[in-house]
């Protein structure tokens, strides 16, 4: 099989370096499940999250909200994401609301920031963070669910869920969920060494 091209993407060292925070709230197009990621003091630079967000297909605030170029699974009440074709799997963590909601199919909103955004902030500071990288457009924003379309293969745990590869080492890699007659049905799926989740 042909590799991905590389992307200027921070180190797999530097994935610690991220904040992350998740929270529901009601939008004109319902509840969405909103997952923020930021750079943590020492993180990467602005420029490294653009091109984490441009290999994501994410759009800046101005422009029509995307489809994101991303994988989402969960595990537990943690979500993991991964950039197909790029660095590692990032783990998210949520809480069970948070999961139950995706679980059962509900939007999920990425929004990665440019800028640190202190671990730790509470409610108000992200959202003040978000309204002002909105003008500026210092954040990009795309959305996703996890009944994202997998192969038969990555549901049966027999090709990365990220990248298709089917030679190992594969781990496992979380619960893939697929609703489309209503009641959400689980596969544990697997990922490569490099979509493997990083554990914070
Ligand atoms: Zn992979």
Do not use: N
């Not at 490294?48 to 800046?60: K, P």
């Not at 027999?158 to 496992?172: F, I, K, Q, S």
């Amino acid at each position: 099989m042909t590799m991905a091209p590389a992307l200027p993407l921070p180190p797999r060292t530097v994935l610690g370096a991220l904040a992350t925070w998740t929270w529901i709230d009601s939008t004109p197009d319902g509840l969405v499940a909103f997952a923020l990621v930021t750079p943590a003091a020492g993180g990467p630079t602005a420029e490294q999250m653009q091109a984490i967000a441009e290999a994501a297909d994410l759009a800046t605030p101005d422009l029509p909200l995307p489809g994101a170029r991303i994988r989402l699974v969960l595990q537990g009440q943690d979500a993991v994401i991964a950039v197909p074709g790029s660095g590692p799997a990032l783990r998210i963590p949520a809480d069970s609301g948070w999961a139950d909601f995706v679980r059962r199919g509900g939007t999920v909103v990425v929004i990665l920031g440019a800028h640190l955004l202190a671990a730790g902030a509470g409610r108000p500071q992200v959202e003040s963070y978000i309204m002002g990288a909105l003008l500026p457009r210092q954040i990009w924003m795309g959305k996703t669910t996890l009944a994202a379309e997998y192969t038969a293969a990555q549901l049966r745990g027999e090709a990365c869920v990220c990248c298709h590869r089917v030679d190992g080492p594969l781990v496992p890699a979380g619960h893939a969920y697929t609703s489309t007659t209503g009641a959400p049905l689980g596969w544990a799926v697997v990922a490569c060494p490099a979509h493997a989740p990083e554990e914070s």
